[in-house]
């Protein structure tokens, strides 16, 4: 391709809305441009990226097996209310009316349109295990869209789902999956990790996400320093440490006027955090219901653990100063489990406390030397806490490290979620009618890439992995426009490297070398050749990679032969 029929419309500024590197070097390099908000055009630059990690997501999951299909984006409400999720799924689902006021949704995913095509279509066991999947855009209504494609509204899935008549050959699809995501990101030269993760609103038990590994994720991941253990932060079990001690002090209540946080008592009481107690009032399931969740003062309440442990409400809501009042007679910042009228239940490390002090339920006071067994009985423990660096790894090797990380896949072992809702079934080997288990296999493509953008940039631009590069090398020749022997040399390369189907961009754009450099360099194309008539006096070329400092004097002669054993090493 030649940079005068391509449109390159590179920025030299950064645009003020762009808030991190990806979105700014997208925007500044020409990929996307702003629709509105989070919904954004891909431009043929763009496309080119798009198009390439999409096919290499395509060819790991045709080398696992699965079949390739699509699904409209436009989906009725009747399959949503039939699965449960039409209420449930919130905000995030844009819903709308057709002109017959039927409603529909955009699809945010589509396990509800597989499930009904999957119980239309398999009949038998002897059709399982069979595994679908589409490359899709899917459509979420964000509160805040933000980061450019990283959260946007609009955005490139390749979603999957598979059908099995057990849990063992779900399970068996499943490490075909972790598979192919592993290759993907491989042969996108990413540094990733798998963790395990909460299945949020898709649902299901056992489920993995995988993490671009950068400073800028949204997302804490946890890792042993000592084995391949890693989890999302929401879903890491923290394990206890130690062994509770004894009683040494008598219950005492202590006046602590103005002390309204665990930093204000740490302070008070000259002690450090973890010497404290901290109680939360959330509601229960049950209407009216409110329960009592006591933390060590170092720790904070993780909330995914305590929606998913059966006893609150969900989405979890925090009591309000008014129910405390009412039902406590007190303010928060004063509350502790002793003589407390609801439910109380302990973190598995607030239980091992001993000695410690807390709220008495009594604005302005506090207790000291608090024991479990004799100022209050012994309550219900839960793992419900975020875990910290430093921690124990619950594989009970290491301890725990975190890093940052942006979420581009993920894997779920549904079971029958939905299969059992919407009746999915087919015939086992006796004739009897069984629901299938399902899986499901989502990796967000246009999150690639500018989660790969984020991992690899600096200061001059994008450097891109060689397999999705928009260009794999760029020709750079010095005064194409009025030297016959560059324009000579440089064509003839042009058409060697095209014919060994080398991607391969040529500017003979009518522009300065400064800028020229400047805009391949900001586009991220892995190599260059450049080339001059200085330097073809002496039969050479300049041969440079994107990440290397200088340069490379190569013989004309030798330059394709060069080119050949770094794509192909």
């Known amino acids: 391709m030649k940079t005068s029929q ?11 809305d ?57 989906q009725p409400a009747e399959l949503w209310i ?19 006021m039927r409603d529909y949704c955009l699809g945010p995913t589509h396990e509800e349109i597989i499930t009904d095509f999957a119980r239309q279509e398999l009949k038998s066991y002897r059709q399982l295990p069979i595994n679908f999947y589409q490359i899709q855009w899917k459509f979420r209504d964000e509160i805040r869209p933000r980061f450019g494609v990283m959260r946007s509204r609009e955005f490139l899935m390749k979603d999957a789902y598979s059908f099995h008549i057990d849990a063992e050959s779900l399970d068996d699809t499943y490490n075909k999956m972790y598979t192919a995501y592993s ?60 062994t509770r001690g004894e009683a040494t002090g008598a219950l005492k209540k202590l006046e602590t006027p103005n002390v309204h946080s665990i930093e204000d008592l740490a302070k008070f009481l000259n002690s450090p955090p973890e010497m404290h107690l901290k109680t939360l009032i959330l509601h229960g399931q049950k209407e009216n219901e409110l329960i009592a969740v006591c933390l060590r003062g ?29 039902i406590l007679n007190t303010t928060p910042g004063s509350i502790g489990p002793v003589n407390m009228p609801i439910k109380v239940v302990f973190d598995r490390q607030a239980a091992l406390m001993s000695n410690f002090s807390c709220g008495a339920n009594e604005t302005g006071f506090h207790y000291i030397n608090v024991n479990i067994g004799r100022d209050l009985p012994e309550p219900e423990v839960l793992d419900l806490r975020e875990i910290k660096e430093g921690d124990p790894s619950p594989c009970g090797k290491g301890k725990i490290a975190i890093a940052r990380g942006i979420e581009v896949g993920h894997i779920f072992q549904l079971g029958d979620r939905y299969s059992k809702a ?73 058409n060697e490297l095209l014919a060994l189907g080398i991607d391969v961009l040529l500017e003979d754009r009518n522009i300065r070398p400064g800028e020229a450099f400047s805009d391949h360099e900001l586009i991220g194309i892995p190599y260059r050749v450049v080339i001059g008539d200085r330097t073809l006096k002496n039969g050479e070329v300049e041969f440079k990679a994107r990440t290397d400092e200088a340069a490379t004097m190569v013989s004309v002669t030798e330059i394709v ?7 192909n090493p």
């Open 422 to 494: 919407m009746n999915a079934t087919v015939l086992d080997q006796n004739g009897k009618a069984t629901v299938m288990q399902m899986g499901c296999y989502g990796i967000g493509v246009t999150r690639i890439v500018a989660a790969a953008i984020e991992q690899r940039n600096d200061d001059a631009g994008i450097i891109w992995p060689k397999a999705i590069a928009p260009f794999t090398l760029s020709l750079i020749p010095m005064n194409y426009g009025k030297s016959e022997l560059v324009k000579e040399t440089t064509d003839k390369l042009y």
């Open 183 to 242: 290759n993907i990101l491989d042969r996108l030269e990413l540094e990733y990790r798998a963790v395990w993760a909460d299945s949020g609103a898709i649902g299901g038990s056992k489920s993995q996400e995988f993490h671009v590994v950068t400073q800028a994720g949204e997302d804490a991941i946890v890792y042993s320093t000592e084995s391949d253990y890693a989890a999302n932060v929401e879903a890491a079990e923290a394990i206890a440490v130690g």
């Open 6 to 16: 391509f449109l390159i419309n590179t920025l030299r500024d950064t645009p003020n």
């Open 561 to 567: 032969n060069v080119i050949k054993a770094t794509l």
């Open 18 to 74: 762009a808030e991190i590197k990806s979105h700014q070097l997208m925007l500044r390099a020409g990929l996307i441009r702003r629709v509105t908000s989070g919904i954004y055009s891909w431009s043929p630059l763009g496309l080119r990226v798009l198009q390439k990690t999409e096919n290499i997501v395509r060819d790991e999951m045709n080398k696992a097996g699965a079949l390739e299909m699509l699904m409209p984006s436009a």
């Open 298 to 326: 170092d720790h904070e309440l993780n909330e995914v653990k305590a929606e998913n442990c059966g006893l609150f409400a969900v989405p979890l809501t925090f009591a309000s100063d008014e129910e405390i009042a009412n």
């Open 82 to 100: 039939e699965s449960g999720r039409w209420e449930k799924f919130g905000p995030e689902l844009l819903r709308f009316k057709d002109r017959h």
